[in-house]
């Protein structure tokens, strides 16, 4: 079910055309304005970082309130550098996990964010990957690996390539990435106990021999200042290292970074 945060996520019906006569798929997307989704969308938010189950015992001995060790702890600064630009980066990450898991209806692990060592720090890996599986029981050939890169500016400034460089970053995963974001999501599964995400992972572990079908994806989440189609358009994706499966995707968002910051907030409940 599409959860309600997402239902202002629309495809745009015609999208841009490359330099390189490719085509960017754009999508609206309009935030939600009721302060109940806000606040479902926000304890989603909150879920990727700490579980409902971990919070009360990560707490346990700290003498701090939930706000005070979430803010302190698990989420990215506010203010602080790097922070913001992680929030920012982060939030697109989410927004767009959402988009595979339930418009694209793919399995995405989400357990990376809680492994941070440090609260203002991208993960390293992969940004997103998302799987489809014809029979989880058994490999199958037209099983589906996706691995997508995402770039975002909320900040009101203008474009600043970050479509170009979703695509430059993304041609590293197949041949770089892949491999260590499979195996930390596997000894992440393994640790937790769950033998069945194990092996799902472990099924696409060996390509060469269990081989499956392997989509790229370059996206970019900007705020309307940043939305500047002449410029997207400049981007170049011929020599990405699985250029003939690259989907490129802009998401242009009516939002900025106040809102980001309110659901952080709001995670806080």
């Not at 745009?12 to 304005?33: H, M, Q, Y």
């Not at 490999?139 to 900040?155: I, M, Q, T």
Request: proline content about 4%; overall charge negative; glycine content about 6%.
């Amino acid at each position: 079910m599409l959860p309600d945060h997402l239902k202002g996520l629309h495809l745009r019906s015609a999208g841009l055309i490359t330099v390189e006569g490719r085509t960017i798929n754009v999508w609206e997307f309009s935030p939600p304005t009721d302060p109940a989704i806000l606040d479902s969308w926000a304890l989603h938010f909150r879920r990727q970082y700490c579980t409902d189950q971990e919070l009360p015992e990560l707490l346990s001995g700290t003498g701090m309130t939930i706000e005070q060790y979430l803010n302190a702890h698990i989420f990215p600064d506010k203010v602080k550098a790097p922070g913001p630009s992680i929030r920012s980066g982060d939030f697109a990450e989410f927004l767009i996990s959402d988009y595979l898991e339930f418009t694209l209806n793919l399995w995405v692990p989400r357990g990376k964010y809680a492994d941070k060592a440090s609260n203002n720090e991208s993960v390293k890996g992969v940004d997103i990957i998302g799987f489809h599986q014809l029979d989880i029981a058994t490999p199958n050939r037209g099983d589906a690996l996706y691995a997508f890169e995402v770039k975002a500016s909320l900040s009101g400034s203008i474009y600043g390539g970050q479509l170009q460089n979703a695509v430059d970053d993304g041609s590293n995963d197949q041949h770089i990435r892949q491999a260590f974001t499979l195996n930390a999501t596997k000894r992440r599964y393994l640790r937790e106990g769950k033998t069945l995400e194990v092996s799902r992972i472990a099924r696409f572990q060996n390509p060469a021999d269990n081989p499956y079908k392997y989509y790229s994806g370059a996206v970019a989440v900007l705020c309307y200042t940043a939305f500047n189609e002449e410029e997207l358009a400049k981007t170049l994706a011929d020599t990405h290292s699985n250029e003939a499966e690259l989907y490129l995707m802009v998401v242009r968002a009516d939002l900025q970074m106040k809102l980001v910051h309110e659901l952080y907030e709001r995670a806080c409940k």
